[in-house]
């Protein structure tokens, strides 16, 4: 039996950061089983991966059976637009895939492109019940399936004696909240001293210069380690070093650098913006936080210090294990089958 062909859009961009992106996980995943597998586009300036992403629905419009399209708040909800139109005009099946946390304010905001798109979709696939919830209270048709983890590439560290070493792993833009990460170190040393935390990332904005002006600010240039971006197998063996991970961001959907704290057995204390309440069972599974309550933060780790909830990391773990390829995999072959 001939394999179907899928055309992936979206921002095919791990070659150029080193990142393992989802697209890359889902796409891998796919072509084990058996579906064939065409990526568009890895062009570093936007106005060619656009016209790429456009030329390769014209150019394999007769041989492809389902497109999936990674669909963001940003500017390029417009391209999904367009990419959308040209799969209606050449019947092409195409599916959603949404991604970010403030992707109800722009459905919400740009109404009838919203229904163009979403409304005539073969399957709208949402990897988070928050954005299920949003899509669904617009009258969108939505089935959640969770972004794919490679859950034997975390192994489980058991932290009985956690530190106060801790990790932040997220680009450097403003609606990640980096600097709510240099609050939370400055309180956390006014009890532990010898506390310390460790940020990886690429720099998408200025406000790592913000970050920087604040550790002088606190004298605290001894205590924080930029590592820029890091590959995933990188950060993943580097995370050993640490016990406690931190998710400071103001919008969010279901973060995969989350997802993979979990599975490492850091404990996770994160804000509760977008969907990371979907993702995080507060005290069961990780610990959530207001949006910018550094004190709340600061307390919850000071709490996992000084009386570890073990039990809480061996949820997360069993959590992230929900996200294997095995299991999400099967949700993927009855959409597309």
Not at 158 to 176: G, M, Q, S, T
Not at 201 to 216: F, H, R, T
Not at 238 to 255: A, L, Q, R, Y
Not at 303 to 327: C, G, H, L
Request: aromatic share 12%; charged share 25%; glycine share 2%.
């Amino acid at each position: 039996m001939k394999n179907k062909m899928v055309l992936y859009i979206g921002n095919d961009l791990s070659k150029h950061t080193s990142y393992v992106t989802a697209m890359d996980v889902l796409s891998d995943a796919l072509e084990n089983q058996n579906f064939d597998i065409i990526k568009s586009s890895d062009e570093l300036s936007k106005i060619k991966r656009f016209y790429k992403m456009i030329q390769c629905v014209w150019k394999f419009r007769k041989i492809t059976d389902f497109v999936l399209i990674d669909v963001f708040s940003t500017s390029y909800f417009y391209l999904v637009y367009v990419i959308s139109i040209l799969c209606r005009l050449y019947k092409l099946k195409y599916i959603t895939i949404l991604h970010g946390g403030d992707l109800p304010t722009r459905i919400n905001k740009f109404k009838h492109l919203s229904n163009q798109v979403f409304s005539n979709s073969y399957a709208n696939i949402a990897p988070s019940f928050y954005l299920k919830n949003a899509f669904e209270e617009h009258g969108y048709a939505t089935i959640f399936i969770p972004n794919v983890l490679n859950i034997y590439r975390y192994p489980y560290l058991e932290r009985k004696h956690p530190n106060p070493k801790i990790l932040w792993v997220r680009a450097f833009r403003e609606l990640y909240n980096p600097r709510m990460a240099i609050e939370v170190l400055h309180n956390v040393k006014k009890k532990y001293p010898n506390a310390t935390i460790c940020m990886v990332g690429p720099e998408k904005d200025n406000s790592i210069l913000k970050v920087k002006k604040m550790v002088a600010k606190y004298e605290l240039e001894d205590s924080v380690e930029y590592t820029g971006v890091m590959k995933n197998s990188e950060w993943i063996k580097k995370s050993v070093e640490f016990d406690i991970f931190i998710n400071t961001t103001n919008f969010d959907n279901t973060p995969v650098s989350v997802m993979e704290a979990m599975a490492l057995g850091l404990y996770v204390v994160s804000t509760n913006a977008g969907g990371m309440p979907f993702l995080i069972e507060h005290s069961k599974d990780g610990l959530l936080v207001e949006k910018n309550d550094v004190i709340a933060m600061t307390n919850y780790i000071n709490e996992i210090i000084e009386r570890p909830p073990v039990s809480m990391t061996y949820s997360a773990r069993q959590k992230a294990e929900s996200f294997s390829s095995e299991n999400v995999m099967k949700k993927w072959n009855e959409i597309l089958k």
